[in-house]
């Protein structure tokens, strides 16, 4: 990983995938999480206290050290925000419909009450890629009636949608310094590890569901997303 956002001094952060949901250096934060739940909303939580309880909430803000910051994620987006000299971060879930409502804005919007986006750089994380990512015509449609540039970003092929370079656009866009996409697919990344039992690196929803299609009885994925997540070094 490159990255304007590993120079950031005094965070941690990390992607998690299928074998190590919680990415091992979030670990000793774990219990610092706040309590939330993920709805494709748009809605961000200010959080001031370790363990908070934010109710529906699809990203999150903190000033405060020791608070892990995550988001679970199987094809949506994750995006980690910190300021450049890492005393304030936040995170935020986004899949299309989060893109299209504005959960980025929202996230950009907290952000910039009293702070300049310029001072804040972003990543985002492992999510389906428009290697794999096709949707219907509808959905390409909208995309392009609501996001205008999106339609030069809808790529290689007509309706693959690259929901990250749409993302990193809509950031750049709203001021941000740096916004960097790790690249891999959550869909169609294979396991490094040949002998590993599972043979793609990420959990899927998209895949998952194109197997049950096929095969009613094959399990869901409750519970099984991947966090990724960020904190401030106390
Ligand atoms: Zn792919």
Redesign the pocket.
């Known amino acids: 990983m490159s990255s304007m956002f590993s120079q950031i001094p005094g965070i941690r952060f990390g992607f998690g995938h299928k074998t190590a949901l919680m990415p091992e250096s979030l670990h000793p934060f774990r219990a610092s999480m706040p309590e939330k739940k993920q709805v494709h909303g748009t809605r961000i939580c200010d959080v001031t206290e370790a363990g908070e309880h934010c109710g529906d909430a699809d990203a999150l803000y903190t000033r405060h050290s020791g608070i892990l910051l995550t988001v679970l994620t199987a094809d949506c987006l994750p995006v980690l925000f910190s300021r450049r000299d890492g005393q304030r971060i936040a995170v935020a879930h986004a899949g299309w419909r989060g893109l299209i409502d504005g959960i980025l804005e929202r996230t950009a919007a907290c952000i910039a009450r009293d702070d300049d986006l310029a001072h804040w750089h972003a990543i985002i994380g492992p999510a389906a ?1 428009p ?2 990512y096709e949707v219907d015509e509808a959905l390409y449609a909208r995309f392009c009636q609501e996001l205008p540039y999106a339609q030069s970003l809808i790529a290689p092929r007509p309706r693959y949608l690259d929901l990250a370079a749409i993302a990193r656009a809509k950031l750049l866009e709203m001021g941000f310094a740096s916004a960097e996409t790790t690249g891999q ?1 959550t ?2 990344t294979p396991e490094s590890d040949s002998a590993a039992v599972n043979h793609f690196r990420y959990t899927s929803f998209r895949r998952n569901t194109h197997r049950r299609e096929r095969n009613p009885s094959h399990p869901g994925i409750k519970g099984r997303n991947q966090y990724s997540g960020l904190v401030i070094l106390p």
């Open positions: 890629a290697c794999c697919c869909i169609c």
